[in-house]
């Protein structure tokens, strides 16, 4: 997902899309957000995820292809066309995650916020869109982030703040999306799940 202020320098559909099929071409695993959303959903029973800032489609895609129903949800035209061209079935959105119009209706038992999505929005929405998303995530629902620990930018701490006020509880944390430990590295992975009444 990319935002007003980052689309001028940000990579293109297919541009973005050939450097994750170099990836897979080298022998990378590149499905490993997938891999713990399909397995998080297997503990769960969970079968909808709204894939937020769902670029050109990889995640969303891959879990599709899984089983999983998929709605996905971008502010950049030319990532969902990508993705739309790739796979058609799939319920692609063009919106800012910050308007809660543009939230799609109904409950989603995951939101998946993957590729940096929560350093990528418009600075401080960070709230607005935490709180638009925890309002379409069912009774227990999970919300599943991953984002880099820049300097200046969000930090855990800071994000742990940010999801408690939208109404969730810290589950897990990551280095990882192969569930590797997190010990204040410069990347997480955290799993938040909505608490009751919120």
Request: net charge negative; glycine share 10%.
């Amino acid at each position: 997902m990319t935002t007003r202020w980052q689309r001028s320098a940000a990579p293109r559909g297919d541009d973005y899309d050939a450097r994750w099929r170099s990836l897979e071409a080298s022998g990378h695993n590149i499905h490993g957000e997938a891999d713990l959303v399909a397995a998080l959903l297997a503990e769960s029973g969970g079968t909808r995820v709204l894939d937020a800032g769902c670029g050109t489609g990889r995640v969303g895609i891959e879990l599709a292809r899984r089983g999983v129903r998929v709605t996905g949800i971008d502010a950049d035209a030319d990532m969902l066309a990508a993705a739309r061209a790739k796979s058609p079935d799939i319920d692609w959105r063009e919106a800012d995650l910050s308007d809660p119009r543009a939230i799609p209706k109904g409950k989603f038992d995951l939101v998946l916020l993957a590729g940096n999505v929560m350093i990528f929005l418009e600075p401080g929405t960070e709230e607005r869109v935490l709180a638009n998303l925890v309002s379409r995530l069912a009774p227990g629902g999970m919300l599943v982030s991953g984002f880099s620990l820049w300097p200046d930018q969000l930090s855990c701490a800071r994000y742990d703040e940010i999801a408690s006020s939208a109404g969730l509880a810290p589950v897990a944390r990551w280095s990882t999306w192969d569930r590797h430990p997190f010990a204040d590295g410069d990347y997480a992975v955290s799993v938040h799940r909505r608490e009751a009444g919120a």
